[in-house]
């Protein structure tokens, strides 16, 4: 491949810098050299025909799990990245509830080292408390000069309302989100699902949605009284999506993220899909999908609607995947004993345009939100991504808008093949994925790409 690649002909949406027309894209080296109706081919390129499919920046995602260091038979750096990569995504943020957890300056160092020529960028985000435990502050000032983009105990709340208060304090002054996962622990025990009629149904304990709710209102509170900045990991229900709301007119300084399968999926997943089971029917043999058990959980169609729609009002800020991949023991048990969570860096574009074809968000609103709305909360990095213009990385994902493909978590790139997906039709599929100017991933035919 040459230095120079001219795509060609695409569709460039890039909310970003309010584009939505047809367009050739011309990149340089690891920058974007130009963007405009039409470039000249010319010998020094390689040159991609992109026509009839959609080209935005890269994907980013803030929140995922790459497990590495301590659970590399679950994921590792590489395999996340690759997994990324074929998922659209360029730029991925990585939770530290590693094993030793990265709650200091080193072991930041240590996974950027690790990210580094990998088929993705990887950010690293500290952990808030050391060995997130919930009892002390990390250093974060080190950790930031380090890289570390923000903060979480992530997995866990920060429990603690004086410590959250603190590091609220701390981090307002180093312009990072404290990110919390939003429960509170002492609200219900051995929660396994949603609390509601299928928890009820399978005989599961259940985790309430005021779990969620209370520690959302908690830190909505303490980002008044501090001025710091809270990130909201994972909303997953209706009062939570109207606090948020209200706090934003107020002018508190929140940030939110909801992930792919809140915003598609209900607790009824559990049953092996909607529509496989009603509250009085008899449990179907499959009526038992650990795949589907992730923390938050899955709630009700009644939330799946409000994170729709404040996901369209900007009441939630992005999209976030929440990647978390497990070994297929983890999952391959009692629903007691299985690990909460979901891999889908590889299914996250497909379920965020059903959607768009389902007709309930704007092509628009979800690739900002999986785009230069990410880029904003990752300011303080000062990185040049999430839009495509000149001087701006090279990072960019093209996809087919109407491709069908069934899910087949088996050919995951990711180590974890732990989706509720395996086995359904999606619509929408990364064709290629180019960052720093690298073809990272690609599906296209011989014949569209002339080097
Ligand atoms: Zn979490």
Redesign the pocket.
Known sequence: MKDKVLIKAARVVCPGSGVDAEMDVLLEGEIIKDIKANIEVSQDMTTINASGFILTPGFIDL?CHLREPGFEYKETVASGSNAAAKGGFTTICA?PNTNPVMDNASSIQSLLDKAEGQPARVLPIGSATKNSDGKELTEMAEMVEAGAIGFSD??NPIASDLLMRHALEYSSVLAVPIID?CEVPGLFTNGQINEGWVASRLGLQGIPAAAEEQMVNRNIGLAKLTGGWVHL??ISTKESVESIRQAKKAGVKITAEATPHHLTLTEEAVLHGPGSGGMFEPLTEDAYDTMAKV??PLRTNVDVEALIDGLSDGTIDIIAT?HAPHAATEKLCPMQEASFGISNLETALASALSLVHNKKLSLNRMIESITSSPALILESSSLKIGRLSKGFSADLTLFDLNTDWLVNADQFVSKGKNSPLHGQKLKGKVIATIYKGQIVYSELNEDLVSV
């Open positions: 929140h939770m992530d997995g996962h990991a994972h923390n938050p929440d």
